[in-house]
């Protein structure tokens, strides 16, 4: 259960965010909450408990992986920093240059963006839906290899802008 928790959270910081590619966001903190999630068809606990437990079975070094990706866990979720050029940009780079994932958005009608993930571990489909440019919302549907053997995996997440002050949040470089 540790590793798939583990695995699941490190695919959510490598593939929701990507619904911020090249749609014009607000640049600054980002916070991103999960819901509905599931592991071949079972329901997984509420986001803040899986955070809660994930943080105390983090090593550090995890820890600071997490990090270094611009990724942190915080208040509801997971918080990642934009900048400027990052929300102007064709090509928002959120997830990690040694990770391995490719990303592809593959429709984009009005408010609504399809997209897909690759990951050496993950890959999957995903639909974004912007309500402003202070909030959206994505649905992806996957599969990941966190244990040694493949899993079914789905989530609804929220992202919500909480202001232009990053703070302690490092962005993706």
């Known amino acids: 259960m540790k590793r798939r928790l583990l695995g699941l959270a490190m695919v959510m910081g490598v593939a929701l965010p990507l619904a911020a590619q090249a749609q014009m966001l607000q640049p600054g903190l980002w916070e991103l909450t999960s819901s509905n999630m599931k592991v071949d068809d079972q329901n997984l606990p509420d986001l803040s408990l899986i955070l809660g437990q994930l943080q105390q079975q983090m090593t550090p070094e995890q820890r600071a992986m997490l990090e270094k990706q611009g990724v ?39 408010n609504q963006w399809k997209f897909r993930f690759n990951c050496p571990k993950a890959q999957g489909t995903g639909v974004a839906k912007f309500l402003s440019d202070r909030e959206f919302t994505t649905n992806v549907l996957g599969t990941f290899n966190a244990t040694g053997v493949q899993q079914k995996g789905s989530m609804d997440t929220r992202a919500v802008w909480l202001g232009q002050d990053c703070g302690t949040v490092k962005p993706r470089a």
């Open 72 to 110: 942190t866990m915080g208040g509801k979720g997971i918080r990642v920093c934009l900048t400027q050029a990052q929300v102007q940009s064709d090509s928002i780079p959120l997830t990690d240059p040694q990770s391995g994932c490719k990303q592809e958005v593959t429709d984009r009608t009005g």
